[in-house]
């Protein structure tokens, strides 16, 4: 292969008392290419015969690569300094990739007839010569290393190249052989003439790169490791071969060592794409996804490739830009329309977005694209479960494990899809087989454990569920993250204790009763980090010292747990859920509020029908405000509006919307205590009742949450807590039948014999 010298060309640039030379020069030493490029398209403007601007700027074009932009560079660089050796050489390796070999030959000509003592430029010259078949001439170029023009040492550093270039040339010939060989499946047969041929000429680069390549792909990845290595003590300046070393070691599991290749090669030549983009990689997984988006958007701006796009929609996704990784996947698309992963992920970032129908459709066209593809009928199948179409989505999961029998993710999807059928035993077994495919399986291990929590089994569920760590962390584990050990239960002495709240508002709501039992665990002090809307209300937990906004400083303390993590901790069982009402308490002026609701002889429910839209369960959560309408058709009923999103469908409704008062939870709170009972989907509003000690009924979906249990219309976590469930998928008219019916039987309804049960 011909190459371009720009060695001694940035030298000649660095040397330059010209600062937009060095600016721009910086910019292209540190990958930063686009940039580059405008100051010395800005530098032109100014000084049109700017010779060494025009240089770089082929030399860009060259890398990028766009050859006649970069040959047209090269001639006008000629035209004005006609005595500048190695642009004839860049041209005519311009030339060489467009396969104009014989402007090429010509262009190298020129370069030596500039400087007879150049050997770059006949070493490129013999290449071509050869790929013409010249042989005449070639044998008159290496006669030429005896030409008087060259110095003694020139002429035995040409005379040592000409031997060197045979041996060259016919270790090329046989790496073309073994070449034959890789792409034809022959992998053994590649792999032994690649031994063969460094045996007869030690440290052929290309030959030595191609048997790591072969090791790698037949598995043989130690072997791999050590041809790199000693490839890249032969050739130290190869940055393909520390690229791909790292290739290999990252999927060895030595991500740092892999990092440290990838760097290596970027330090060789700051334009290595792939190295870019190979490091951002491990960035992402080590959960540092600024500079993994850093990184390749470095790799694209070198070599925009569609595959690099692609992967910086995967991360803009993981930083919940969602907008900007669909950007990014469309691009990917533009410039590979049948590129069926980036259609994939396109579909999973619409899934994301909330856009169900247009992400099925982004499935289909992949599958449509590639049939065999099981990531897309498995992604289509948890869309499809989102529309409720579980038989289409079961259907989609199982294809997927047809294709790829040991794709745990699949096997992990359809145990949530059974699970959905509240076939529990059934999906369990699919999570199992995830976990034994994959026993880092964090989703299965998940949903092993709260489908083992649904089940009444506390101790197994308990410890599957501090899986959800592996995933929410990633690289880091709470101690790193926080710089504090986790708590283990044990006696805190007087020790500080932080424990800090996750997931949903419910979640935080639910296990602050957790708060009381740690504090008797010898805490000398207990800090509780919180959500904003939170704060005011969990100042009235008992135990708690001080009470903290998530992202604001953290004073000191000495170790930490989160709230989730509690019960595991500390052992509860069905039967030991400390379940003592009220622990959450309204402020003293609540009392404010019983004038505003004030009704004579009415029943006051409040009523939530909606949950966050943001959630994954969102849809089946939810139920029609139309069912709650019928609810106000009761005599002696006064139904007020609890929820805080979505208000405007009660314009008109004989409901009072109390959305203006509802600020935090501390006001939700207030509320509550002057109502008679909360009528709520699963929301965090059904918690806080609950743990006010107020009267709520709670309408679960077919297939509940864990904490909701299986059979039973009481819960162990809240005593006043009553469960409507759904018979069969869906059916949300059923469950308001029974409602309809325990109201009317309310002992606070004028109707009412004075027994109905709350």
Avoid at 510 to 539: M, W
Wanted: proline share 5%.
């Amino acid at each position: 292969m011909c190459e371009i010298n720009f060695v001694h060309v940035l030298k000649m640039v660095q040397q330059a008392d010209n600062d937009w030379l060095k600016e721009a020069l910086s910019h292209y030493k540190a990958g930063r290419l686009d940039k580059a490029r405008a100051v010395y398209l800005a530098m032109l403007k100014q000084q049109p015969h700017q010779v060494e601007a025009m240089q770089m700027l082929g030399i860009i074009a060259y890398q990028t690569p766009e050859y006649d932009r970069a040959i047209n560079y090269f001639q006008q660089v000629i035209s004005i300094k006609p005595d500048w050796p190695e642009t004839y050489n860049n041209l005519g390796a311009s030339f060489w990739e467009q396969g104009k070999i014989e402007q090429a030959i010509a262009a190298y000509k020129q370069a030596i007839a500039v400087k007879p003592d150049y050997p770059d430029a006949y070493k490129n010259l013999a290449l071509a010569l050869e790929r013409q078949g010249k042989r005449l001439e070639l044998r008159e170029t290496h006669q030429q290393v005896g030409s008087p023009h060259q110095s003694g040492a020139t002429h035995e550093k040409l005379a040592a190249m000409r031997r060197q270039e045979k041996r060259y040339r016919e270790a090329s010939a046989h790496y073309q052989q073994a070449i034959s060989w890789y792409q034809k499946g022959e992998k053994d047969k590649a792999i032994a003439l690649c031994h063969q041929v460094l045996l007869a000429h030690p440290g052929h680069s290309e030959t030595m790169n191609l048997l790591g390549v072969c090791l790698q792909n037949t598995g043989k990845l130690a072997e791999a490791v050590s041809v790199y290595r000693e490839a890249i003590a032969l050739n130290p300046q190869d940055m393909s071969l520390h690229n791909n070393l790292g290739v290999i070691l990252c999927s060895l599991g030595h991500k740092e060592q892999a990092l440290a290749c990838y760097e290596k090669a970027i330090s060789i030549n700051p334009n290595c794409a792939d190295a870019y983009y190979n490091a951002a990689k491990i960035m992402e997984e080590q959960n540092r996804r600024k500079e993994a988006i850093a990184y390749c958007k470095k790799a694209i701006a070198i070599k925009p490739k569609a595959e690099f796009y692609n992967q910086l929609g995967i991360y803009y996704q993981g930083c919940e830009n969602l907008a900007e990784a669909a950007k990014q996947c469309e691009q990917a698309i533009a410039l590979k329309p049948n590129y069926p992963e980036a259609i994939c992920n396109l579909g999973m970032i619409l899934q994301e977005q909330g856009k169900i129908a247009e992400a099925i459709g982004q499935y289909r066209q992949a599958l449509a694209i590639k049939p065999d593809y099981p990531g897309a009928y498995d992604k289509m199948g948890t869309a499809l479960q989102e529309q409720g179409k579980l038989a289409e989505a079961i259907a989609c999961h199982q294809k997927a494990i047809a294709l790829k029998p040991d794709l745990a993710d699949a096997y992990s999807n359809l145990g949530v899809a059974v699970q959905e059928q509240l076939k529990i035993q059934e999906a369990i077994g699919y999570y199992r087989h995830a976990v034994a495919l994959n026993p880092d399986a964090v989703t299965a291990h998940l949903n092993l454990g709260m489908c083992s929590l649904l089940l009444q089994d506390f101790q197994q569920g308990f410890v599957e569920y501090e899986w959800r760590w592996r995933e929410w962390t990633k690289s880091q584990t709470l101690e790193e993250r926080l710089g504090k050990p986790l708590w283990d239960g044990s006696p805190l002495a007087g020790k500080t204790i932080l424990l800090h709240t996750e997931q949903g508002y419910g979640d935080a709501i639910q296990f602050v009763r957790y708060a009381p039992l740690v504090a008797q665990r010898g805490a000398g002090k207990v800090i509780l980090e919180t959500y904003r809307a939170l704060r005011r209300l969990l100042t009235t937990v008992s135990g708690v010292q001080e009470v903290v906004v998530k992202g604001e400083p953290l004073p000191a303390f000495d170790v930490q747990v989160p709230l989730m993590s509690l019960p595991h901790i500390l052992g509860t069982t069905i039967e030991t859920i400390p379940a003592r009402i009220p622990y959450l308490y309204e402020e003293k002026d609540a009392v404010k509020y019983s004038e505003l609701l004030r009704t004579e002889g009415e029943v006051k429910v409040g009523i939530v029908w909606a949950s966050d839209p943001k959630g994954a369960t969102a849809s089946k959560r939810s139920c029609p405000v139309s069912l709650f309408l019928e609810l106000s058709q009761i005599p002696g009923i006064s139904l007020y509006s609890l929820q805080k999103e979505h208000t405007d469908i009660l314009d008109g409704a004989p409901i009072q919307d109390l959305r203006e008062l509802l600020h935090d939870f501390a006001d939700t709170a207030a509320v509550i205590s002057q109502l008679d009972l909360v009528i709520s989907v699963d929301t965090a509003v059904a918690h806080l009742a609950g743990a006010l000690g107020k009267p709520v009924w709670v309408l679960l979906p077919f297939s509940p949450d864990w904490r909701w249990l299986l059979d039973r219309s009481d819960s162990p976590w809240y005593p006043t807590m009553r469960l409507f469930r759904q018979a069969k998928l869906g059916d949300w008219p059923s469950v308001f039948a029974q409602v309809k019916a325990a109201l009317t039987a309310h002992p606070a309804h004028p109707g009412s014999p004075g027994s109905g049960e709350l």
